[in-house]
C-alpha cells in the first residue's frame, strides 16, 4: 500500500485523475446515465419509433406551446431588462451607503425562495387582494381577473428573474470608468447621445449577459408559470410535466425534454462562441 | 436622461421589494383565504405549523436531504477542485465543462430523467434517491465557489510550511485547509441551500415517503392554498434575513474578515446560471 501511494506520488500527472475519480464516476452514473435514458425513452417510448417527435414537433398543440414559451421568454427577459437597467443605474448614482441598501434588498430577493415569492405574488393579484381593492376603491366595478393569467406568471417571472438581470448589469457599470464619461462630455456629448454612444455600448456586455441567463432559465421554467399561469396557455416544462404526470406518456414527455435541452444547449453555444461562456459562469 | 433613468430605478426597487415583504403581515392573518389587507391578527397559523406533521415531516426530510447533499457533494468536489486548479493535464478543460453542464441543463429535463432511472433501483421516494440527484445539482456550484477560492490561494504559504520541514499531509491540515476554510464553508452552504431550495426534481421522485418542504409548498399552492403557507414563507423570509444581515453585523463587531453575503451573491450571479 505505502509503495503504491509513493509510486503514484513519483508520477504527478496521475494524481488529477485519482483526485477527479470519484466525480466523474458519480456524474457518468447520476447525470449522463439519466439524460441519456431521456434521450431512450423519447425513441423507444411506448416502442421503437419516431412518432414521438413527430408528434411534438408537428403537432398544433405542442406548436403553440414552443411559440408561447418562446414569447414568454423574450417578453420576460424584456421586462427584466426594462427593470434591471435603471434599478442598476440608480445604484451606481447613490451613495455607497444607499447603493449597499439597494444591493443587499435585491439579494434578499434573490435568495429568497422561488416558491415564496410565487406565493407572495398570488397574494397581490389574488380576487381578495390589495391590487384589485384599490382598483375597486377607485370605482371600477368589475376588475378583470389577474390570477391565473399570462399576466400573473409573467410578472411574477420577471420578478424571480430580475435579480439576476440586475446583478449582472450592475457588476459592468460600476467598473466604467467615470474618466470615459466625463471626456465624451467635454467632447459634447448630451444627454441621449451620451446614453446611446457612449452609456449603452459600455454596459452591453452586462445586458447580453443578463438576457442569455434570464432567457434560458425562463425557457425552462417549470413552478411558476404552473402555479400562476392559465392552464390553457402551458409554457414547455409545464406541458412536460402534464405529459409525465398525467398521462404517463414518457416518449412524448422525454422527445419534448430533449428539445428543450438541445434549444438551451444552442443558445448556450452561440453565446459561448461570441463571448465565452466562462463569462457566464465565471 | 438621468433623471428618468433614476425615477425608473426607484419603482423597481419598490417592484423588487413589496412582493418579499407582503407574506410577513399575510403569515399573521386570521383570514381563511388570501385576503390583503388582512381582516384581523392571530398567531394560529404559527401554531398550525409547528403542530401539523404534514408540515413538520417535510421540514425534517428537506433538513436530512440537504445535509446529505451537502455532505456527498464537498467529498466529490473538494478532491477534483484541488486536481482542475492545481494541475495541468489532457483533458482538463472538457473536465471543466463537464463539471458545469449541470447548471445548463433544465431542471425539468433532469427531473424526467431521475422519475425513470432512480424508479428501475427502487430509489424514487427515498432519501437517498433525492440526495443523489440534488448532489448533481449542487456539484456545479460548490466547485464554482471553492475553486474561485482556491485560485485566490497563496501557495507561497504552503511552501513556507514545507521548508520548515512540514510534510505535505502535513501542511495540508495545518495551513492549507485553515486558510481554505471560509471558502469550504461558504461552498458547503451554496450545496446546502441549492439543495433546501429545490423543487422540480424534488416535485417529481420525492413522493410521500421523502417529501421535501418546496414540494409540500407547491401541492399546498397548488391545490388549497393553505395559509400555513404564509407562515412556512415568512420564516424561509427570516432565515434569508438573517444569513444576509447578520454576517456583516457580526463583522462589524468582531471586525474579522468574512465574505459579506450580498458581495458572494454578486459574484455567484456572475458565474452561476
Not at chain 2, 432519501?127 to 448532489?135: C, D, E, M, P, S
Amino acid at each position: 500500500m505505502q509503495a503504491t501511494i509513493a509510486k503514484l506520488a513519483e508520477r504527478p500527472n496521475l494524481w488529477p485523475w485519482l483526485l477527479l475519480t470519484p466525480l466523474a464516476i458519480y456524474l457518468a452514473v447520476f447525470f449522463l446515465v439519466p439524460l441519456a435514458n431521456v434521450v431512450f425513452m423519447s425513441f423507444t417510448e411506448p416502442r421503437l419509433t419516431l412518432a414521438n417527435y413527430e408528434r411534438v414537433l408537428t403537432g398544433a398543440l405542442y406548436q403553440r406551446v414552443f411559440v408561447n414559451t418562446f414569447a414568454t421568454a423574450a417578453l420576460v427577459t424584456a421586462v427584466c431588462l426594462l427593470v434591471g437597467y435603471p434599478l442598476a443605474f440608480l445604484m451606481t448614482r447613490s451613495s455607497p451607503r444607499t447603493a449597499m441598501l439597494i444591493l443587499t434588498l435585491v439579494t434578499m430577493s434573490f435568495w429568497t425562495s422561488f416558491l415564496v415569492r410565487t406565493y407572495a405574488w398570488m397574494v397581490l393579484l389574488g380576487d381578495s387582494g390589495p391590487i384589485i381593492g384599490f382598483l375597486k376603491a377607485i370605482g371600477i366595478e368589475q376588475p378583470p381577473h389577474l390570477l391565473f393569467t399570462r399576466f400573473s406568471s409573467t410578472l411574477a417571472m420577471v420578478h424571480i428573474l430580475a435579480p439576476y438581470m440586475i446583478m449582472n448589469i450592475y457588476s459592468v457599470m460600476r467598473k466604467i470608468d467615470p474618466v470615459l464619461i466625463r471626456s465624451a462630455q467635454s467632447l459634447g456629448a448630451r444627454g441621449a447621445a451620451l446614453f446611446r454612444h457612449v452609456y449603452l455600448p459600455l454596459t452591453a456586455p452586462g445586458i447580453a449577459n443578463g438576457s442569455v441567463l434570464v432567457f434560458v432559465i425562463c425557457l425552462g421554467f417549470y413552478v411558476t408559470p404552473v402555479l400562476l399561469g392559465s392552464p390553457r396557455e402551458q409554457m414547455i416544462a409545464g406541458l412536460i410535466g402534464t405529459e409525465i404526470e398525467e398521462f404517463l406518456a414518457f416518449g412524448r414527455g422525454s422527445a419534448m425534454a430533449i428539445i428543450l435541452l438541445l434549444i438551451t444547449l444552442v443558445i448556450l453555444t452561440i453565446y459561448h462562441r461570441r463571448f465565452g461562456l466562462d463569462k457566464l459562469w465565471g | 436622461m438621468n433623471r428618468l433613468l433614476i425615477t425608473l430605478g426607484i419603482i423597481a426597487v419598490v417592484f423588487v421589494v413589496a412582493p418579499l415583504v407582503i407574506v410577513v403581515p399575510m403569515s399573521f392573518s386570521n383570514a381563511r383565504s388570501l385576503q390583503f389587507p388582512p381582516p384581523g391578527y392571530w398567531f394560529g397559523y404559527y401554531h398550525a405549523y409547528f403542530t401539523d406533521m404534514r408540515w413538520l415531516r417535510p421540514t425534517w426530510n428537506s433538513i436530512i436531504i440537504a445535509a446529505g447533499t451537502t455532505v456527498l457533494t464537498m467529498i466529490l468536489v473538494v478532491p477534483a477542485t484541488f486536481a482542475l486548479v492545481r494541475h495541468r493535464f489532457a483533458g482538463k478543460s472538457f473536465a471543466d465543462v463537464m463539471l458545469l453542464m449541470p447548471l445548463a441543463v433544465p431542471h425539468i429535463v433532469m427531473a424526467v430523467g431521475y422519475y425513470s432511472y432512480l424508479g428501475m433501483f427502487g430509489l424514487v421516494q427515498t432519501h437517498l434517491g433525492v440526495i443523489l440527484a440534488h448532489t448533481c445539482l449542487s456539484v456545479p456550484i460548490a466547485f464554482l465557489v471553492l475553486s474561485a477560492n482556491l485560485k485566490g490561494f497563496d501557495r507561497t504559504l504552503e511552501r513556507a510550511a514545507q521548508s520548515l520541514g512540514a510534510s505535505p499531509v502535513r501542511t495540508f491540515i495545518h495551513v492549507t485547509l485553515p486558510i481554505l476554510k471560509p471558502g469550504l464553508i461558504i461552498s458547503a452552504l451554496f450545496a446546502f441551500i441549492q439543495s433546501f431550495d429545490e423543487t422540480v426534481v424534488a416535485i417529481f421522485i420525492s413522493g410521500r415517503n421523502a417529501e421535501t418542504l418546496p414540494r409540500k409548498m407547491f401541492d399546498s399552492i397548488r391545490q388549497e392554498a393553505d395559509p400555513v403557507i404564509a407562515v412556512v414563507s415568512t420564516l424561509l423570509f427570516a432565515l434569508v434575513l438573517a444569513g444576509i444581515v447578520l454576517p456583516p453585523l457580526l463583522k462589524s463587531l468582531r471586525s474579522r474578515v468574512t465574505p459579506a453575503p450580498a458581495a458572494q451573491a454578486l459574484s455567484t450571479a456572475e458565474n452561476q446560471s
